[in-house]
């Protein structure tokens, strides 16, 4: 760019085009805003560099969050799927999710497309080395002449595992946040005054394998499920844009891990070269070998990532040993004695930035139009960093537009639970999602996410297809939801017969049908088309589904929000976290951690880890 | 209970209570702001009253002197409460105390404190933690080693400990859940499906233990009763006589004692226990001999240890109508064909049952000093009717006496070493759980949906939360993790 050109100023600066980058760009591009997507030239948008899948228990509710929010990332997942599954099929609806294997490059095409058409996006292919904030508040880019690039009223910072990254593979150390990457270090300008974790983050991933050279007749293989719903609203729910492929299962054996504990000194995890914190429920082989010793077989998932590649994801056993052990444990599982390397295993740190400096829509505290998304956060997955996305994307746009906030409530969505969690905690190690996190975990499902995210995305005020499919809906669902609080079936003779022939048991006195959906043994889904059927009356298949589950579950909702709504009143209740702090009433460790979070309220101060009892009681016989 | 102590005026209340006649009675006013305000009921100028020292003064009514009293003051921030505090050692007359109460009450200068409320103020005002208060409230109101002992027992860590096990067991029940619901594909069905179960039984097994300890009766244990039933002419009043001379306990001199039956104070191994001798039991058409036999079934269900004294030749014996019977004498054993009529109440007697039999050298009527005749204890199996040496002199007796009282001590012990659980707030939260607990362990088979289990699991957290605090998800999380190799 020419000194004399003028220096075209954005609304919003995305610096990083992963999951969360691009969702915080579209839904900006969508809100009108003038957005500057600015990415390495080497990593196409919406990569995946890990497992190739997008969904899971917890993440699948994440993935239609995003989509009822009028979000990328499950058209995206929906186009280049290869693979579905929908997980906890057998332990009741609340906690079913679904999850799919994706076709990388397809996904990073269609990534590509969504954003290089959308009129108020613009990619810029730059490396930036140098951000700034001038007096009017304007952030300022520079390359690496210290020319300027670009100016933006509000930034996002979706930079991943680049920021400070050095990735391990046996004794072998380089910079980058990726292998075949370079790591963006230089922001350092702007990272002077933002506050990283003491601690690095470290993640890693597992070779990837020829599947040329892979003997399939040893493994299982797991078919795709025709019966497992697209992610997009507008997608048809058992449509598949790309052909379906097979995962296989296979398993590690005692000479898989004697190997890798034979050579435990020329483990980064375990030679002391990585001091980095990796997430314990994604652990490395390594630390499968040397932490559960008792355990002598783990299973592997062979995971294609693609139908035009070759290169498949042995899943489950993520590694940084130097190379030749790689080769020499990898070829000790079953179906893959002869296997061939594409890319080997390895593990890379990066730095965190100290989440509990931001506010709850992802902006900086201390750097006012600031937001951080994504990995950089101390998240682990796609669907963590897109959610943090959306919420950091919706939120600069709404400030830019002098619109309120938009947060999203822990109570009834994934978003809202992760968004809380994070703020207002230091984390040890890096945060994903699991259902177990939710207190609300039977309302917030995958069935009725347009009940629940339709209010939030009608505060857009945007006026498109999707916002048309969310007004259908409700209004179908309001419908069928009266007529089963008020179809009643009377004790006659005939419909007793009937009940007995279809299994919904005894009927003594009129019963409503919202009685029958909840009765114990029943699927209430089944009973519900099965009903409509016979009455002649059609509704939409998600409406008919959603209905009928949160009439079986609404029993128990309403029993959990009972307690829940006494709690939360009492988690309202502020406190003087300084006054406690130096209570002698209080243990001196209670003391110290709430010296560290300075609680605002009750609920934050009773979610401090390894608070007491007594502190609690103590605390709450002093509320403000 | 903040809306039950919200007003903050200055409470008064005599702490050793209206009840007991004692020499002094303690009376304590709390949360007056200003010295002045006392003038009025004193005859020296309270404003220079030295704090924590005694000042002698007379208490008045106008020109009325009511008592001579040692008044102490506590200011603020120094006292129990933390507030202002006066307190008064009158002479302990419970009229003369109950006008000087009222002497404050009439100008509304303070009011009448509500049950704990000096403790209130001072958790409020930080002097102590709730769990100190309940330790406090232990101390205080104990009236028998087992209370005091609880009340240590929270300060020390006794129950903490208990309450931190049942702590982890919920920790690794909710992980075992939430392994099946998040994690099941990492780990496998069948073995997330068999942790649960096996969680599932040591926390039911944890809460169940608590809850055998809030479940002994107390009141037996806090003021212990031995209890002589039997007919009228079993002897059990010569037995009481007899059992008073050997084991008599200093306290039982007490004065102003009423006494609807005949009671005395006995000790054995350093606890008193009270001794009881009832009316009689028969058939009576008498209106105060009935009340007299209603008295005593009353008491008998209260007792700690009830002794059945039976006299083989007055009939036979119905001993259902005496409920849970610890120990049988049988008396006479000095008669001719007591034997004989022995045998003839084996059918009636309960199974393993301890007893011994008691007699005189002489016939006729039992009374101190006279009993020189007692048979070796039958043992707790069965009793034994073989050939029952008559015992020659007055120690053999004590020896046969001593079974029983053998028996009292370890009765006591047991309870007591049980270390119920007295703190209510704690029994209550601990009935509630187990009752969920249990009642979700005999469903939860036939839950299909894990989800729904899961939140019953949460409602039983929610439940003993009181207890042991919230259980927050990344403690689960940490458990699975450490527990569990988990990453697929």
């Known amino acids: ?624 | 209970m903040n809306l039950l102590f919200s007003n903050s005026k200055p409470i008064i209340a005599c702490s050793s209570g209206l009840e007991s006649r004692s020499a002094i009675s303690l009376i304590r006013v709390s949360g007056f702001s200003d010295l002045v305000k006392l003038n009025d009921f004193f005859d020296i100028d309270c404003t220079s009253l030295k704090p924590r020292y005694s000042h002698l003064s007379h208490v008045k009514d106008g020109e009325e002197v009511l008592d001579q009293v040692i008044l102490t003051y506590f200011p603020a921030p120094n006292s129990y409460t933390g507030e202002n505090v006066i307190e008064l050692s009158a002479h302990g007359n419970p009229f003369n105390i109950k006008r000087i109460l009222s002497l404050f009450l009439r100008d509304e200068f303070c009011r009448e404190a509500a049950p704990g409320e000096f403790t209130y103020r001072a958790l409020k005002n930080k002097k102590l933690s709730l769990s100190q208060v309940e330790g406090l409230d232990s101390l205080l109101n104990a009236n028998s080693e087992v209370v005091f002992s609880q009340g240590l027992s929270l300060l020390r860590g006794e129950l903490h400990e208990q309450y931190l096990k049942l702590y982890n067991l919920f920790v690794k029940l909710k992980a075992s859940i939430e392994l099946f619901i998040d994690f099941s594909e990492d780990v496998g069905e069948e073995n997330a499906q068999n942790n649960f179960e096996s969680n599932l039984e040591l926390f039911l097994k944890q809460i169940s233990f608590l809850n055998e300890r809030t479940k002994v009766n107390l009141s037996s244990l806090l003021s212990p009763t031995i209890i002589l039933v039997g007919k009228t002419n079993a002897g059990k009043s010569s037995l009481f006589n007899f059992i008073l001379n050997s084991q008599r306990s200093i306290i039982s001199d007490r004065p102003g004692t009423t006494r609807d039956y005949i009671s005395e104070f006995i000790e054995i191994s350093g606890v008193n226990y009270k001794l009881i001798d009832t009316a009689g039991f028969r058939d009576s058409q008498d209106q105060i001999e009935v009340q007299g036999m209603g008295l005593a079934l009353n008491l008998l269900d209260k007792a700690f240890c009830k002794i059945l004294v039976v006299n083989p030749f007055l009939g036979p014996l119905s001993t259902q109508s005496f409920k849970d019977i610890d120990f049988i004498i049988f008396t006479h054993s000095d008669c001719d064909g007591f034997k004989e009529r022995l045998e003839a109440f084996r059918a009636d007697l309960l199974d393993d049952l301890p007893c011994i039999c008691l007699g005189l050298e002489k016939g006729g009527s039992i009374g101190p000093g006279f009993i020189l005749f007692g048979s070796g204890s039958i043992g707790p199996e069965k009793i034994n009717i073989g050939p029952i040496e008559p015992a020659k002199n007055i120690s053999s007796l004590s020896i046969s006496l001593n079974s029983l009282t053998e028996y009292v001590r370890q009765k006591y012990q047991a309870l007591s070493s049980k270390n119920p659980i007295v703190v209510e707030r704690h029994t209550r939260v601990i009935e509630k759980a187990y009752l969920r607990t249990e009642s979700f362990v005999s469903s939860y088979k036939s839950m299909s949906d894990v989800a729904v289990m899961a939140s019953e699991i949460n409602l039983i957290g929610e439940d003993i939360s009181e207890l042991i605090g919230v259980v927050n998800p990344d403690t689960v999380l940490k458990d699975i993790f450490m527990n569990f190799c988990i990453g697929k």
Request: with cysteine.
């Open chain 1, 1 to 624: 760019m020419e000194n004399n050109m003028e220096i075209k100023c954005y609304d919003l600066a995305v610096v990083g085009g992963g999951h969360a980058g691009l969702e915080a760009a579209w839904i900006a591009g969508e809100l009108g805003l003038n957005v500057c997507l600015i990415s390495s030239k080497n990593v196409p948008l919406g990569s995946t560099p890990c497992n190739p899948a997008i969904g899971g228990v917890g993440k699948g509710q994440v993935v239609r969050e995003i989509d009822a929010m009028g979000g990328l990332m499950g058209r995206l997942a929906d186009l280049s799927a290869i693979q579905y599954r929908t997980l906890n099929e057998s332990k009741g609806y609340a906690v079913q999710s679904t999850r799919v294997q994706v076709d990388k490059d397809e996904y990073s095409k269609n990534a590509e497309k969504f954003i290089n058409n959308h009129i108020n996006i613009t990619v810029l292919r730059r490396k930036v080395e140098r951000i700034d904030k001038n007096e009017e508040g304007l952030f300022r880019f520079f390359d690496k002449s210290q020319e300027q690039i670009i100016i933006s009223k509000k930034l996002i910072l979706t930079t991943g595992t680049f920021l400070g990254g050095t990735l391990h593979r046996g004794k072998n150390k380089e910079k980058g946040g990726r292998v075949d990457c370079e790591s963006s270090r230089d922001l350092t300008e702007l990272f002077s005054k933002v506050k990283t974790l003491d601690v690095k983050f470290k993640t890693g991933t597992p070779p990837r394998l020829d599947r040329k050279t892979i003997d399939f007749s040893k493994m299982t293989p797991q078919e795709s499920d025709p019966k497992a719903k697209n992610f997009h609203c507008l997608h048809k729910p058992s449509e598949r844009a790309l052909p379906q492929v097979k995962c296989y299962l296979t398993r590690t054996c005692e000479e898989t891990l004697s190997i890798i504990r034979e050579n435990k000194e020329l483990s980064p995890l375990f030679n002391g070269q990585i001091t980095g914190v990796g997430p314990r429920y994604c652990p490395s082989i390594e630390d499968k070998a040397f932490k559960y010793p008792d355990r002598n077989t783990h299973h592997v998932f062979i995971e294609p990532e693609g139908l035009r590649t070759d290169s498949v994801y042995p899943n489950g056993v993520s590694t940084c040993l130097p190379e030749e052990i790689q080769e020499e444990f990898i070829k000790t599982i079953s179906g893959l004695e002869n296997v061939e390397f594409l890319v080997h295993g390895y593990a890379v740190e990066y730095d965190v930035v100290d989440v509990t400096t931001l506010d709850n829509s992802l902006q900086s505290m201390d750097i006012e139009g600031l937001y951080f998304a994504g990995q950089i956060n101390g998240t682990s997955g796609y669907e963590e960093a897109a959610g943090q996305g959306l919420v950091a994307g919706l939120n600069a746009s709404l400030a830019i537009l002098g619109r309120e906030a938009l947060a999203f409530e822990r109570t009834d969505s994934y978003i809202g639970v992760m968004v809380e969690d994070l703020i207002s905690n230091k984390r040890d190690e890096p945060y994903r999602l699991f259902t177990a996190r939710s207190e609300n975990r039977l309302y917030i499902r995958e069935d009725n996410v347009i009940n629940r995210m339709s209010p939030y995305r009608k505060l857009l005020n945007l006026k498109s297809e999707v916002d048309r499919y969310h007004k259908d809906y409700l209004y179908e669902y309001i419908l069928l939801d009266k007529l089963c609080d008020q179809f009643q079936y009377r004790p006659s003779s005939s419909q007793k017969e009937y009940f007995l022939k279809k299994g919904y048991g005894s009927l003594l006195e009129n019963v409503i049908l919202s009685e029958v959906l909840k009765r114990a043994d029943l699927d209430p889904i089944k009973v519900l088309e099965d009903e409509l059927l016979n009455f002649g009356l059609v509704f939409k298949k998600e409406v008919i589904a959603s209905v009928a589950i949160s009439k079986k579950y609404e029993g128990y909702i309403k029993r959990a929000n009972v307690e829940t709504e006494k709690v939360k009143r009492l988690n309202g209740r502020k406190i003087d976290w300084e006054k406690l702090s130096n209570s002698k009433n209080i243990s001196n460790e209670c003391r110290m951690r709430i010296k560290e979070v300075r609680p605002q309220n009750f609920g934050q101060l009773k979610n401090i880890e390894g608070i007491r009892p007594a502190t609690l009681a103590f605390s709450a016989g002093n509320l403000i």
